[in-house]
């Protein structure tokens, strides 16, 4: 049995501010180490599970966060940098995923750094009509592949998010949101712990075959509405696209993948 670990930023453990998670922010290498302790516990959870084989990419930003020489030498790849328009390089070997880290899609109330795609300039997305989040975007993706989400942590908020979403999967919650920048975080400890024994968890659910992949109706609609006005393509670049308003266009893609990149 192999394992996809798809990494981003603001729902791992301990972080909770926007310095945390910019490259620009003062705190960006604190969020950087925190990172790798999440990446770390999840990695030897899958291990202690008996997973066979371990890819784990890094997804927040340009992905290229994560600080190797501290990563644990029990998963098989971890994927840095950018990876063009394969948004999961080897998730065709893996049979289930895990989103480590993620967070509520944009506008969810208390959601800590909540958000979709862009905090600077996405309002919101929609899948076929339903508002969807990052979570929603990705457990299409592999779902296309037939790869279900078995396993994904963050603050309640999002947790709350991918059970409404994804029935029966496991959710390991490692705080609790307040506001947008602030939260009840578990101690570093049990944070770990937890992620180590919700990742056996899912594991074991998945050789139960209890999980299965989210599959959105083809073809598939997405639709961006964004913050600020004058950011819509020029129709000269996106002919295939349909515009609904001055801030707001769709696509269509005959995967949820090809749909997310037709949309940029």
């Not at 729902?11 to 790798?36: A, C, D």
């Not at 992949?213 to 670049?237: A, F």
Request: aromatic share 8%; hydrophobic share 35%; with cysteine.
């Amino acid at each position: 049995m192999n394992i996809f670990i798809m990494v981003d930023a603001e729902g791992i453990s301990g972080i909770y501010s926007p310095e945390q998670v910019m490259s620009t922010g003062r705190r960006y290498e604190e969020g950087r180490e925190l990172m790798v302790r999440d990446i770390n516990a999840c990695v030897e959870g899958c291990k202690q599970a008996g997973v066979d084989k371990i890819y784990v990419r890094d997804a927040h930003g340009s992905g290229s966060n994560i600080v190797w020489s501290k990563l644990s030498d029990l998963a098989d790849y971890y994927i840095i940098g950018y990876t063009g328009k394969d948004r999961f390089p080897g998730l065709e070997e893996c049979d289930g995923l895990i989103l480590l880290g993620y967070h509520s899609m944009a506008g969810t109330e208390g959601g800590i750094l909540e958000h979709t795609m862009s905090s600077a300039s996405v309002q919101n997305y929609w899948i076929n009509g339903m508002k969807a989040g990052e979570i929603a975007i990705d457990a299409g993706i592999a779902g296309d592949r037939g790869v279900p989400v078995i396993m994904v942590s963050g603050d309640d908020k999002a947790c709350s998010e991918a059970e409404q979403l994804l029935p029966g999967v496991v959710t390991c919650e490692v705080k609790k949101g307040i506001t947008w920048k602030g939260g009840m975080m578990l101690p570093p400890g049990r944070a770990y712990d937890l992620i180590r024994n919700k990742t056996k968890e899912a594991v074991e659910k998945l050789r139960q075959q209890t999980l299965k992949p989210l599959r959105y109706e083809k073809p598939i609609k997405l639709r961006v509405e964004m913050t600020e006005r004058g950011l819509l393509p020029h129709s000269y670049s996106k002919p295939y696209m349909k515009i609904i308003d001055g801030r707001t266009y769709e696509v269509e893609g005959s995967t949820v993948e090809e749909a997310l990149f037709r949309l940029y």
